[in-house]
């Protein structure tokens, strides 16, 4: 469990409370401040695959932070015996016949006329394993 | 007949009776769209060539002894759907370059209803908005005030319709995304239930919530354009095999024996007096035309918004995991793959769509997952059971379809109070339900001196489309609210 849990929720239950009475309002600055730093915002970004610069990692930061908190306000409702909802619909494991059916499937050519990079009928990416891998 | 103002109905009417050709409909909207356009900038790129294609088709095959549902009907489509040789971009700069290889199922389906492809419309990139700002193609104004958004996600298919720049549209809904600008635009929005139409060709943003629906500028619209995508398709497994009952033309005139559930908490003395005004009189005129009002309760509907905010960016960081320079897009080269990767990603996707990423990558990420993600997917379940409670005493529940009528461009610059406008949306794309915006008495906002669109939510159990779609005509017969404003004029466009 995070530190500073029961301040945020206290913050977070205030803000509920106040959205609920007075709707939605443009000031947040109280959630900003518990926004803290407890998110590592650049380790998010290398799982994430994304080159942040200073500047976004400078707002996007508290961004992120207020934004968990508000989504904190889930920890005060009950889910202790209910299931997880993945899609709300009856379907469950549709599965088809495993046959090739060519006239669905695009060709070599159309799958690979919107890469970037083509060659010999396959993508072309950059070298994956470095000298040292 | 009017080929710009008239219904879908009307215009397959006298195309299918040879009264007018649909060739003569897409000259004459062709002839239309670009000086209209011109201020609203609805459209990311026109299609007349296809579209004169397509109005030859339904020609040679009316001639043949076909009848078309959709015959000459001119349609637009929101750029995050496939159409086969056009550009598709989803309104990011990730894709640019990218020209869809395929055709949508939904959109290959209104087509081969006769319709006719006018364009791509404008959206918030990756449909991951609600205003239409996070577009990285520029913005799309209120076809009502050009000083004002026209809502998101689905901006440009909102705006088109409501702007007479095309009979009627697809949008895609994930979490109020064609409900919200419907009700910004002066149009019927309608999401129907999640799996009633095929989401193959709908570029995925989180894919248990996405559902492709129709925008038109009459009920009866909306259910003809229904009818015609709805149903099972073999390329998207998420769609549901069951048996469609055609919701056009089923339409009531009252809402006698209707019990029409009003959310406690969804209270109106949240909102400003105007729209609060709007909503107590579409109640009244629901009363009126015979319908039972009862008072029904979503204790869990305030938990709406933290849920979404938690499933729709973890689905989004997955899904957009597939944007990294090496199938299609843009590349940035890097070093290696990796650098590849970070660079590709960093320069393609803007602000929102970052923002969306990080927080669904944040929530997804080791020691994480259960707190937030499977807490939010439990939240749902109850979300959902309490919607299935309160139907057990109403058949259709009403609410705000957005909290204010259409704001100013930069009106809401903090994220979360972006994230605010789908308060009244989002509990029920989290259900799945059906769920339509239709017009109701416009009103004058806070920070505005005329009158602009307001729409009505109607929100009803699983599958019963054909139910929902008839309420909503009722209501719209008896009020006609989206005939009280005209568009504003093009010449006035200050941009």
């Known amino acids: 469990m995070p530190v500073h849990y029961g301040e945020r929720l206290r913050v977070t239950y205030s803000w509920w409370r106040d959205f609920r009475a007075n709707g939605p309002r443009d000031e947040f600055r109280e959630c900003e401040r518990m926004s803290t730093d407890r998110i590592d915002i650049r380790h998010v970004a290398r799982l994430a695959r994304l080159a942040l610069t200073d500047d976004e990692i400078r707002t996007f930061g508290p961004q992120l932070g207020s934004l968990m908190t508000h989504v904190d306000a889930l920890r005060e409702l009950d889910t202790e015996s209910v299931a997880a909802t993945a899609q709300v619909v009856p379907s469950r494991n549709v599965q088809r016949e495993d046959t090739v059916k060519p006239e669905i499937m695009l060709s070599r050519e159309a799958a690979l006329r919107n890469a970037p990079q083509a060659q010999g009928g396959f993508f072309r990416v950059p070298r994956i394993l470095s000298e040292d891998g | ?495």
Do not use: W
């Open chain 2, 1 to 495: 007949m009017d080929p710009i103002r008239d219904t879908a109905r009307a215009i397959a009417r006298e195309v299918n009776a040879r009264a007018v050709s649909a060739a003569d409909v897409a000259n004459a909207m062709i002839a239309h769209v670009e000086r209209a356009d011109a201020g609203v900038a609805a459209f990311l790129q026109l299609t007349p060539d296809l579209m004169l294609e397509h109005a030859r088709r339904a020609d040679a095959r009316i001639a043949a002894g076909e009848r078309l549902p959709l015959a000459g009907v001119p349609v637009a489509i929101k750029d995050n759907m496939c159409l086969e040789g056009t550009r598709t971009t989803a309104g990011s700069k990730i894709l640019e370059s990218f020209t869809a290889p395929y055709t949508a199922t939904a959109v290959a389906r209104l087509l081969e209803a006769g319709a006719l492809p006018v364009g791509k419309t404008n959206l918030d990139e990756f449909a991951m908005g609600s205003s239409g700002e996070n577009s990285a193609f520029g913005l799309t104004r209120n076809p009502y005030d050009l000083e004002r958004v026209p809502g998101g996600s689905s901006a440009g298919s909102a705006a088109a319709v409501g702007g007479f720049q095309a009979t009627i549209s697809l949008g895609s809904d994930t979490g109020g995304s064609i409900r919200e600008p419907a009700a910004f635009c002066n149009v019927v929005g309608f999401k129907p239930t999640y799996g009633r139409v095929s989401r193959y060709g709908l570029i995925a943003f989180a894919s248990s919530l996405d559902q492709i629906g129709p925008f038109a500028r009459t009920v009866d619209d909306a259910a003809l354009v229904y009818d015609a995508i709805a149903g099972k398709d073999p390329m998207d497994a998420t769609s549901v095999d069951l048996a469609v009952e055609p919701a056009a033309g089923a339409t009531r005139e009252d809402l006698r024996g209707v019990r029409v559930g009003l959310v406690k908490e969804f209270a109106l003395d949240k909102l400003d007096a105007a729209s609060r005004a709007s909503y107590e009189a579409a109640y009244a005129d629901l009363e009126r035309l015979g319908a039972q009002l009862v008072d029904v309760e979503l204790p869990t509907a305030d938990y709406g918004l933290a849920t979404y905010y938690l499933i729709a960016p973890a689905e989004c960081s997955s899904n957009l995991a597939r944007f990294d320079g090496v199938r299609y897009g843009l590349r940035v080269e890097g070093a290696d793959v990796g650098e590849m990767y970070e660079r590709t990603r960093a320069a393609g996707f803007g602000p929102e769509v970052k923002r969306r990423i990080l927080i669904g990558t944040y929530a997804l990420s080791s020691g994480y997952y259960d707190a937030y993600y499977v807490k939010a997917q439990k939240a749902r379940t109850r979300i959902a059971a309490d919607f299935a409670r309160a139907f057990e005493r109403c058949d259709v529940i009403v609410s705000p379809a957005a909290s204010s009528p259409a704001f100013r461009f930069n009106a809401k610059s903090d994220p979360v109070t972006m994230y605010l406008m789908d308060y009244y949306t989002i509990p029920g794309s989290l259900a799945g339900l059906p769920s339509l915006s239709v017009p109701c008495a416009p009103a004058i906002p806070e920070d505005g001196d005329r009158p602009m669109p307001m729409g009505l939510q109607m929100t009803s159990p699983l599958f019963t489309e054909r139910a929902l779609l008839g309420y909503a005509h009722a209501f719209e017969a008896a009020t006609q609210y989206a005939k009280r404003l005209t568009p504003a004029k093009v010449e006035n466009a200050s941009a």
